[in-house]
């Protein structure tokens, strides 16, 4: 009977979580309340290393130099030249290279190892592996980012749980005036604020 209990309960304290912290709790060992588990994961997070909370930054955007990790010992910046196609204009990017005349990912700085990665093809080629390569994209490029959320999130808002994305596709169309009339109907909360 007290597992059956202990499974209501998770299930009633999951079904409360936004697609964020659950992605943060998944393939993790979990105690029940969920909310502490969360609290300790957001406070190793936040705390340990010089973690978000001592970075204080005011940026709005991450220089390039500093999304990679950095190089090792002995290692040097070279200039990689990339031709993709017929006709296509020749892109020029930074990687490491080892003293031993390897390439390193241009992510997370290890030996690529893949056949093409003395002479790169393709912008792939300049990482060990495709989850480099996604990160990479991901860190500099702000519509993947928002892209990916969304695959996470759906639209909906993790404080209000309004389906965000739902109400912009419905107002759209309709003049700046319909659109204040249907904000305050659907989302009285959201049509309160000031700035809207």
Same mark, same amino acid.
């Given at each position: #009977?007290? &597992?059956?209990y ?7 304290? @999951?079904? %409360? ?43 709005? %955007? ?12 002995n290692?040097? @910046? ?5 031709? %993709? ?8 990017? #930074?990687?490491? @290279? ?30 060990? +592996? ?7 994209? /991901?860190? %500099? ?15 909906? &808002?993790?404080? &209000? ?13 309709? +003049? ?5 009339e ?13 700035? /809207?």
């Amino acid at each position: #009977m007290s &597992c059956r209990y202990a499974l209501v309960e998770f299930l009633k304290e @999951w079904s %409360t979580l936004s697609s964020i912290e659950r992605r943060k709790l998944i393939g993790k060992a979990l105690q029940l309340p969920l909310s502490v588990e969360l609290s300790y994961l957001n406070e190793n997070l936040n705390h340990d290393n010089g973690g978000l909370l001592k970075g204080r930054s005011k940026r709005r %955007t991450t220089p390039l130099d500093e999304i990679s990790y950095p190089l090792p010992p002995n290692a040097v @910046w070279r200039k990689v030249r990339l031709c %993709t196609g017929k006709g296509k204009q020749e892109k020029i990017y #930074m990687q490491g @290279w080892s003293d031993k005349d390897e390439p390193l990912c241009k992510l997370c700085q290890t030996s690529c190892r893949n056949s093409n990665a003395k002479t790169p093809d393709y912008f792939e080629d300049l990482f060990c +592996s495709l989850n480099c390569c996604e990160e990479y994209h /991901l860190r %500099t490029n702000k519509s993947s980012i928002r892209n990916a959320l969304f695959q996470i999130e759906h639209g909906i &808002c993790t404080n &209000c749980r309004l389906d965000c994305h739902k109400l912009v596709e419905r107002i759209r169309p309709l +003049s700046f005036e319909s659109r204040e009339e249907y904000i305050a109907k659907v989302a009285p909360n959201l049509a309160k604020r000031k700035k /809207l």
